[in-house]
């Protein structure tokens, strides 16, 4: 696991399109303004979350992972394999 997937859950729960992200600082600000929070810390505190969150089987390779999933299409945004 990645910050990308980090990025990508941040990016959905603020909705920040793909061009706002072309530009590098704008997702950590918008976070950081948005949660108060600096943004490794964030993703320190999502990863730890995510050990708490639902098993989900993916579908096309029937892994299982500890996910948190999109409210807008079928995808794990942020992931990670149960051992």
Do not use: W
Not at 2 to 8: G, H, K, L, S
Not at 25 to 48: N, T, V
Not at 61 to 79: D, I, Q, Y
């Amino acid at each position: 696991m990645d910050t990308f997937d980090f990025e990508e859950l941040v990016a959905e729960i603020l909705n920040i399109t793909d061009e706002q992200r072309e530009d590098d600082d704008y997702l950590p600000s918008r976070f950081e303004e948005h949660f108060q929070m600096d943004f490794e810390a964030g993703y320190e505190l999502a990863k730890a979350l995510l050990l708490h969150t639902p098993k989900v089987r993916a579908a096309l390779t029937g892994g299982v992972f500890n996910a948190f999933l999109s409210r807008k299409s079928p995808v794990m945004l942020m992931k990670q394999e149960v051992q």
